[in-house]
């Protein structure tokens, strides 16, 4: 491979790394405040069926549960997002080792003739 070529695509390929790394510190991050809030979901929703006051439920329901529901909804997406963009960078990458080797594998070796001993 053309030596400007590859070190072109070395160069895109780090430039993807970095981004993919960025993705993946936010996947982590996510993944947390996922974690967490399927926590508060789940101990909010375990309190209210083991409570038989209507007004109680209603007031955990509306303090707790509901926003615990939507944000554990919303985490759900946002890590679906990542998910799905973790897997595409990660394919760029793939994409330009799987080419970089393919073109190695083309160049025939070519002993230097020039060289004395």
Do not use: C
């Not at 809030?37 to 509901?66: A, F």
């Not at 960078?89 to 073109?103: A, G, H, L, T, W």
């Amino acid at each position: 491979m053309d030596s400007y070529i590859k070190k072109s695509l070395e160069e895109w390929k780090e430039e993807i790394s970095e981004l993919l790394g960025a993705i993946d510190e936010e996947y982590e991050k996510v993944k947390q405040e996922l974690k967490l809030y399927s926590y508060k979901y789940g101990i909010t929703k375990q309190v209210i069926q083991s409570t038989v006051n209507d007004e109680i439920i209603n007031n955990i329901r509306e303090l707790y549960h509901k926003p615990f529901e939507e944000k554990y909804n919303e985490l759900k997406e946002e890590i679906k997002d990542l998910e799905e963009k973790r897997k595409v960078f990660q394919m760029f990458v793939n994409k330009i080792d799987e080419v970089s080797r393919k073109e190695d594998v083309k160049q025939p070796y070519i002993p230097n003739v020039l060289q004395t001993t």
